[in-house]
Antibody, heavy 119, light 108 residues
């Protein structure tokens, strides 16, 4: 059974940093692109970042470029999101999601971890 | 940036009736469009990809159509478990994605 379990969320002050993790199981993690998607309270979904199977390509939504870094450790079946210079508008539930092999939709999602940026 | 616009924002439909949700792209996305369902407190679930192909385990009452800039998600006979928020997503600009703002499907 495919499982994605996020962790690392919490309360952080504006300007602070946080590192999210996503533990993957039930599939060959190193064979898939992976993504982070976020959802601000009461709002819609926003794609945040993508990373290629071997980590050689990374892509970001403009609003997080230069502040967030996506990475992965295939030996540990884990995906990460390093978030620096956090702003109030980064407050959201952050989901990790698997990119389906050929269709490019997100076929599996974690349960999400809440990040709150507030003083 | 490709902007995805969903309509209506809220749709009120009675159980057993048909629901039709729309999604429009600001430029052509070919058939590179997916639909997701999200219930309160849950992660989204992939329903449709390639504009019209149901994902694994999705009931046949869900169907998608369209190409280019105009897309439709139809739920043929609404069940109680179908009342949720639905999002469209384009991946024509892969590896960059854009979601629509969502349509809330509520019980009439």
């Amino acid at each position: 059974e495919v499982q994605l379990v996020e962790s690392g969320g919490g309360l952080v002050q504006p300007g602070g940093s946080l590192r999210l993790s996503c533990a993957a199981s039930g599939f060959t993690f190193s064979s898939y692109w992976m993504s982070w998607v976020r959802q601000a309270p009461g709002k819609g979904l926003e794609w945040v970042a993508n990373i290629k199977q071997d980590g050689s390509e990374k892509y970001y939504v403009d609003s997080v470029k230069g502040r967030f870094t996506i990475s992965r450790d295939n030996a540990k079946n884990s995906l990460y999101l390093q978030m620096n210079s956090l702003r109030a508008e980064d407050t959201a539930v952050y989901y990790c999601a698997r990119v389906a092999g050929t269709t490019r939709g997100f076929d599996y999602w974690g349960q999400g971890t809440l990040v709150t940026v507030s003083s | 940036e490709i902007v995805m616009t969903q309509s209506p924002a809220t749709l009120s439909v009675s159980p057993g009736e048909r629901a039709t949700l729309s999604c429009r792209a600001s430029q052509s996305v070919s058939s590179n469009l997916a639909w997701y369902q999200q219930k309160p407190g849950q992660a989204p679930r992939l329903l449709i990809y390639g504009a019209s192909t149901r994902a694994t385990g999705i009931p046949a009452r869900f169907s998608g159509s369209g190409s280019g800039t105009e897309f439709t998600l139809t739920i043929s006979s609404l069940q109680s478990e179908d009342f949720a928020v639905y999002y469209c997503q384009q991946y024509n600009n892969w590896p960059l994605y854009t979601f629509g703002q969502g349509t809330k499907l509520e019980i009439k």
